[in-house]
């Protein structure tokens, strides 16, 4: 986890789980190997959680996501992502049997890892027979190798995952799902972003939402980001990523994207199984709460202006699917040039 460290202070509460008590089972010696314990719980129940829902908005959408991938369920985790301090903790709570390691950090019940018996802290030794091999010098290089080779192969195609503790792959038939890898990042922030390929959750963010509904209108909002490529838009757009991006241009088309992303997050929470109103509960919760905080750049609609799109665009899907109720999003099907 980036920057572990530096949450451990912050960190009041204990999510209770399973996992949490296999830390408790370690039985820490001093405080702050209890705070570690405690620590490495919450982001494990945390990682759970967003499991869970990620996937469920993921294969909702897949009839109509532009890019689609086998699903299988499931947030990785690396060795490589723990200082040699904390590895240790983590190492028992999550179950990883191998010290060097791609794992399975956490599942989605209903994914198709769980459902072929794949388990938490399971090390990953292969997929269709290759192994492991980090795409770059990031402690994330395995983890992205395994997105990258999901995201090249068809959506409705098995996979053989090789387990260590197994002595035979295990076939998965993961269901389509759009394509995007998600990650819990344990730091505070009350913030989450996507990069076009991951989107990065804090656990900051998974603690502020008072329940599943808010999280997933904020992981909603995040997959629209890498559904609809703003990244690669926005570079494409030339505008500025350092200082400048408050400003001008730069400023009105980051804008133009955040709008985008929570109209089309309407549309996953719904084909997700979420109820209407969803999306606008959370902006008008967020903004009793927060008041205008980040989201009162620039770059970014105040809530109440968040709350009028998303209401709008609901009003607009739900006509749309009254007349056919498969009706792709046209922010998808028909995508408007930033300018």
């Not at 009105?252 to 549309?267: F, G, H, N, Y």
Request: with cysteine.
């Amino acid at each position: 986890m980036r920057a572990l460290m530096s949450i451990f202070a912050g960190l009041a509460i204990v999510v209770a789980s399973p996992l949490h008590a296999a830390a408790a089972a370690t039985a820490p010696t001093s405080h702050d190997d209890r705070r570690i314990a405690a620590a490495l719980a919450e982001i494990i129940a945390m990682e759970a959680r967003v499991a869970q829902l990620a996937a469920r908005l993921a294969r909702g959408a897949a009839r109509w996501c532009p890019r689609t991938m086998p699903t299988p369920g499931w947030l990785l985790g690396d060795r490589r992502l723990y200082a040699d301090q904390i590895w240790p903790w983590a190492r028992s709570i999550y179950g990883v049997a191998d010290a060097d390691a791609l794992f399975i950090a956490a599942l989605d019940p209903a994914g198709a890892a769980a459902q072929a018996g794949l388990r938490v802290g399971d090390t990953i030794t292969g997929i269709d027979g290759m192994a492991p091999t980090a795409i770059d010098d990031s402690p994330h290089g395995r983890m992205a190798w395994a997105q990258a080779m999901l995201a090249d192969l068809p959506a409705t195609m098995p996979l053989d995952v090789h387990i260590a503790r197994l002595a035979r792959p295990v076939r998965l038939s993961p269901a389509p799902g759009c394509t995007s890898e998600f990650r819990v990042e344990a730091y505070d922030a009350v913030k989450a972003q996507a990069d076009g390929t991951v989107v990065y959750i804090p656990g900051g963010m998974v603690r502020f939402a008072a329940n599943d509904d808010e999280l997933a209108t904020v992981i909603a909002h995040e997959l629209a980001h890498n559904i609809l490529r703003h990244r690669a838009r926005l570079d494409a757009a030339g505008i500025d990523r350092g200082l400048g991006q408050q400003f001008g241009r730069s400023a009105r088309l980051t804008r133009l994207t955040e709008i985008e992303a929570d109209r089309l997050s309407v549309w996953l929470l719904a084909d997700a199984g979420f109820a209407p109103g969803t999306a606008a509960r959370f902006w008008q919760s967020y903004g009793k709460r927060r008041g205008g905080g980040i989201f009162a750049a620039p770059t970014h609609p105040k809530w109440r202006e968040r709350v009028r799109i998303v209401t709008e665009e609901e009003a607009a899907m739900q006509r749309l699917r009254a007349a056919n109720a498969v009706t792709a999003p046209s922010l998808v099907t028909n995508a408007a040039p930033l300018e």
